[in-house]
């Protein structure tokens, strides 16, 4: 196996607590565990270890000059093209839908991770400039890629699809989650954490920001039809949209059924997805869907929405409904309550679906594609 000089554009992973900076971290950090052989940049655009810092054996890149550090985006966009072949880099992988701009030059090979195009799918859940400029980087990105890795199949049919790029040009590398939903928890600390968010006895768990795309209103529609002793409970950051789940839970008389928890602690999710009974992710789209990946390492049997790349998620095991259809989840809901053995088969089989999005999986697809575009 060829020794490859690796750079990572490192900013999400520096400065990102979730999401895009998950991904990032498990990235870089399972790479230069698997491959110590190889040398590795992360490229960061200001200094910060508040989420992340450097692994052993890694080399951070900041801005060194203080015009660069005074004007760090500029620099991401700009410099790191001659860095990059200053530094004599076999490959520069942006994380993050971004490469920085201008003409490729020299032997660098550029690796671009898109995670979903929603801004172009469903652009009236963003701001009109906001869906431009991204449009416009992606675009540029994706010329300059010799390779875009797509985190989903459903990611690699709308690159197809909506920006027309030659389907050969994209490969498919899912992603892991955080390794804190992996580990054991002791029947102490589920208690702890349930007193701690005075939980309820049986909750249904949907996990995301609360925004219209997410669909928490279908699972509080689903909510009015199922028992009273039955509660859902929903982490998330609050956005305008909450005000409309509010009037809804009040018309449909659920103000003591539905537990809104806007600053819960990350270290807590594991021991409240382990707590509720079934995961709920009636999301109208997404690029792929990491709280289910979350909720399966728990054993928490889900029920997600078809029309994206969910079912690549869950699996075969996992539950799929229409995500307009109030009727139908609550249908799947009454069934998977009443029906333990069934809980426990989706239990198992999550298990064993979700070991394809281990980390170490991952780095060695990864690798194998770094090598090829290497050669």
Not at 28 to 46: D, R, V
Not at 110 to 126: E, G, K, S
Request: proline share 5%; net charge neutral; aromatic share 12%.
């Amino acid at each position: 196996m060829k020794t490859l000089r690796i750079g990572y554009d490192a900013k999400r992973a520096f400065h990102n607590g979730t999401g895009l900076g998950n991904y990032s971290r498990s990235l870089i950090e399972a790479i230069a565990s698997q491959y110590p052989f190889n040398s590795y940049y992360l490229f960061n655009p200001k200094s910060s270890d508040k989420y992340f810092q450097a692994p052993n054996g890694t080399i951070e890149i900041q801005p060194s000059t203080w015009l660069q550090k005074k004007f760090s985006s500029f620099w991401r966009s700009f410099s790191i093209d001659k860095i990059a072949q200053d530094l004599e880099l076999d490959l520069y992988h942006g994380m993050s839908h971004e490469l920085p701009f201008g003409t490729a030059k020299g032997n660098t090979k550029w690796v671009l991770t898109v995670h979903d195009l929603i801004f172009i799918r469903f652009p009236h859940y963003f701001k009109w400039i906001d869906t431009k400029i991204y449009a416009y980087k992606l675009k540029k990105a994706c010329q300059k890629a010799d390779c875009i890795i797509a985190i989903s199949e459903q990611t690699k049919s709308d690159l197809v699809e909506y920006l027309e790029l030659p389907a050969y040009k994209i490969q498919v590398v899912y992603q892991d989650c955080h390794p804190i939903f992996k580990e054991q928890i002791s029947t102490q600390r589920l208690r702890e954490v349930a007193l701690r968010y005075s939980l309820p006895s049986n909750f249904l768990l949907q996990v995301g920001t609360i925004e219209p795309r997410k669909n928490l209103q279908l699972s509080i529609k689903a909510l009015s039809r199922l028992p009273q002793d039955i509660h859902l409970v929903a982490i998330g950051r609050k956005t305008d949209y909450f005000q409309q789940i509010t009037h809804l839970i009040n018309d449909l008389g659920l103000n003591q059924r539905v537990h809104f928890y806007h600053d819960a602690h990350f270290n807590d999710f594991p021991a409240i997805y382990h707590l509720a009974k079934i995961f709920l992710y009636p999301s109208q789209f997404e690029g792929f869907g990491i709280p289910i990946i979350e909720a399966l390492h728990c054993g928490t049997p889900v029920i997600a929405a078809t029309g994206s790349c969910l079912e690549e998620a869950g699996g075969p095991s996992s539950v799929y409904i229409d995500p307009d259809n109030e009727m139908a989840l609550a249908s799947q809901i009454n069934r998977l309550l009443e029906d333990q053995k069934e809980r426990m088969e989706m239990k198992e089989s999550g298990y064993t679906y979700v070991k394809r999005f281990e980390s170490s999986v991952i780095a060695e697809q990864l690798m194998n594609i770094y090598q090829e575009i290497s050669k």
